[in-house]
């Protein structure tokens, strides 16, 4: 049996991954429905998947905020809690992760690994170059979009699917958070 891969992404209206600027974390519009469904979706027995760029994005994140912030959401803690696969050819281990293990190599080939051998599901949030090479490669079962109520023409960051190759999506659910936020799954094939 092969496990379930999840790109989970955050994203502008106009598909960027983040913003510059004085754009505040989730874009300044997070609510209590947003951050009880991240939770539950991370409560779930999985495993997470990384690119060593967007681990060590995470690990800079978490170490510079407290206990208050927005970085260490209840659904933030819990992510950095599952057990952790990192895909790096830069990064050895042991990581300051509670649960991580490095695995260098081509993510393609590793998580095509992964896939087979895995007992849980599989799950990757961010990891923008890392989830596109894997969508090409016909590794991604789903691509689960949050996406939040701006544009950030000018400041926006981090294209998301910029580069990728050209997708159907079958939508498999959506739901309204917050009034403003939405959550969108997809089955993506490539065209």
């Not at 495993?47 to 970085?71: H, I, K, P, Y």
């Not at 990891?127 to 490669?137: F, G, V, Y």
């Not at 079962?141 to 580069?163: H, W």
């Amino acid at each position: 049996m092969t496990a379930t891969y999840t790109f989970d992404v955050f994203t502008s209206l106009d598909g960027y991954g983040a913003a510059g600027g004085d754009w505040t974390g989730y874009w300044g519009k997070q609510g209590p429905e947003l951050l009880d469904r991240r939770l539950a979706l991370y409560g779930a027995e999985q495993r997470m998947v990384f690119g060593a760029n967007t681990f060590r994005a995470f690990q800079r994140m978490l170490a510079s905020s407290t206990e208050e912030s927005d970085v260490r959401d209840p659904w933030v803690t819990r992510m950095r809690n599952l057990p952790t696969t990192v895909v790096s050819t830069t990064l050895q281990g042991p990581l300051e992760w509670p649960d991580a293990t490095v695995v260098s190599g081509d993510a393609v080939d590793v998580v095509a690994r992964l896939k087979e051998e895995s007992g849980v599901p599989l799950r990757s949030h961010g990891c923008l170059s890392m989830n596109r090479a894997l969508m090409a490669a016909g590794l991604v079962d789903l691509v689960q979009v949050t996406l939040f109520p701006v544009i950030t023409g000018r400041t926006g960051l981090d294209p998301v699917f910029r580069g990728a190759p050209d997708f159907d999506l079958e939508l498999l659910e959506s739901r309204t958070l917050d009034g403003r936020i939405q959550e969108l799954i997809y089955r993506p094939t490539l065209h």
